[in-house]
């Protein structure tokens, strides 16, 4: 086996395969970074009424809603909407949780983002 490795592989084969690996972990890297600089920003009627930390753990009420955030994810946990869509997604690190009935949106931005919406 290491002589077919050794026959077959070329120089720029190797070259190939470690900038492959440097690219997995930055990757890696980037998305461990990013989940410690998020937030969760809570709009009511397209107006934002909060922003929280993702890193600590909380439980907020809002219009008929309990939001949850644990463990660096967030879940709209109750609502007293009819179809309950926003309970059902379950829990979230990066996808917005919309309940249209009751007009709350909850988004997770990084602070990379905010910088770039601001402007």
């Known amino acids: ?29 980037y998305f461990f970074l990013s989940n410690s600089n998020q937030h969760v920003e809570i709009y009511y009627a397209d107006k934002l009424l909060h922003t929280y930390a993702l890193d600590n753990d909380r439980v907020i ?3 008929d809603m309990i939001i949850e955030i644990r463990n660096g ?10 179809r309950q869509i926003c309970v059902n997604q379950g ?13 709350v949106a909850v988004v997770i931005r990084s602070k990379q983002d905010s910088i770039l919406i601001t402007r």
């Open 91 to 103: 829990w979230s690190r990066n996808l917005p949780i919309i309940c249209a009935p009751n007009k």
């Open 61 to 63: 009420e809002i219009e």
């Open 1 to 29: 086996m290491k002589h077919f490795i050794r026959k077959n592989l070329t120089k720029s084969d190797i070259a190939l395969i470690i900038i492959l690996i440097l690219i997995v972990f930055t990757m890696l890297f």
């Open 73 to 82: 994810k967030v879940r709209v946990k109750e609502s007293d909407c009819k």
